[in-house]
């Protein structure tokens, strides 16, 4: 996932720029997976072992925990050198208000498009956010044995509000940096319906984030209060809790319509 992984089928139908800036006539159509590999990828490379030990087809569980085979690796990294040439011919994507001052980067691929600024620059935005999230859940470990993480209170004496601080900064990289992908790749992206899934996934992940701190700072100035839970830590687990419960089944419906299984039976 992104920020979490995303899995599925690529047909990515390009025109390449000519010399003189236009476009011709040819498309190259890129088939491949995306940070784990396409489903249907896994499903052909399932069958395809078990038709080579004389199977039926079927796969088990530690089949699939196998890890990549080089052949795998090959594709994926063919599909990354891919991404980098397409981005090699896009005009340079500027940067969103209130980041409009900054430079824009550059789309432009080295030799053998190993490197390009634009992409590395997206890749480490929102990988960032998953090492940090890591390092929040380890100092969590470490200060509630200490008494010094202090859940839901926005003192800056506890863990809690440090750490929800810069967590609240690298969400808003990471989106900023996925915005700035489907700002450069969005005529491409456009068959997989990529705003829909990426609203329902960061919907849960950020929102619900969010939505504690929220929580935290009615509670913090006596605006949510009660006496079941004497405590203010009490109180904001509670009710971010109980409010997860019930967004969750509002989000189960729109995963169901937007990451829908007709995609796969085309």
């Known amino acids: 996932q992104s920020l979490g992984s995303t899995s599925g089928s690529l047909a990515i139908h390009v025109r390449d720029a000519s010399a ?3 476009l011709d006539d040819s498309t190259r159509s890129i088939d491949g997976s995306m940070h784990g590999g ?14 080579a030990a004389g199977g039926d087809g079927s796969t088990s569980f530690s089949d699939m925990q196998q890890p990549l085979q080089p052949s795998q690796r090959s594709e994926a990294a063919r599909v990354d050198a891919s991404l980098k040439r397409i981005l090699s011919h896009k005009p340079p994507v500027r940067h969103i208000t209130p980041l409009c001052w900054m430079r824009p980067w550059d789309m432009r691929a080295t030799a053998h498009h ?10 480490t935005g929102v990988v ?26 926005l003192s800056p004496a506890k863990g809690f509000f440090w750490t929800a601080m810069l967590t609240n ?3 808003g990289w990471a989106i900023y940096c996925l915005i700035l992908f489907y700002k450069g790749l969005h005529r491409e992206l456009q068959p997989m319906n990529p705003l829909g899934k990426f609203l329902a996934v ?3 992940v950020f929102f619900s984030f ?14 949510l209060s009660s006496s079941i839970y004497p405590e203010d830590s009490q109180l904001a687990a509670a009710t ?14 729109v995963h169901h319509y937007v990451f829908s299984y007709r995609e796969f039976l085309r």
């Open 169 to 171: 900064f690298s969400q």
């Open 20 to 22: 003189g800036g236009g």
């Open 128 to 153: 960032q956010y998953i090492v940090l999230k890591l390092l929040s859940a380890l100092a969590a470990f470490i200060l509630k044995p200490l008494d010094l993480w202090g859940e839901g209170k």
């Open 210 to 223: 969010w939505q504690s701190l929220t929580i935290a700072v009615l509670v913090k100035f006596n605006v």
């Open 38 to 51: 396409a489903r249907s990828e896994e499903r052909r490379g399932a069958a395809a072992a078990a038709a």
């Open 114 to 123: 190993t490197s390009c600024e634009f992409y590395r620059r997206i890749k």
């Open 202 to 204: 960061k919907a849960i």
């Open 240 to 253: 971010q809790d109980f409010l997860i419960c019930v967004e969750m089944l509002v989000f189960a419906v």
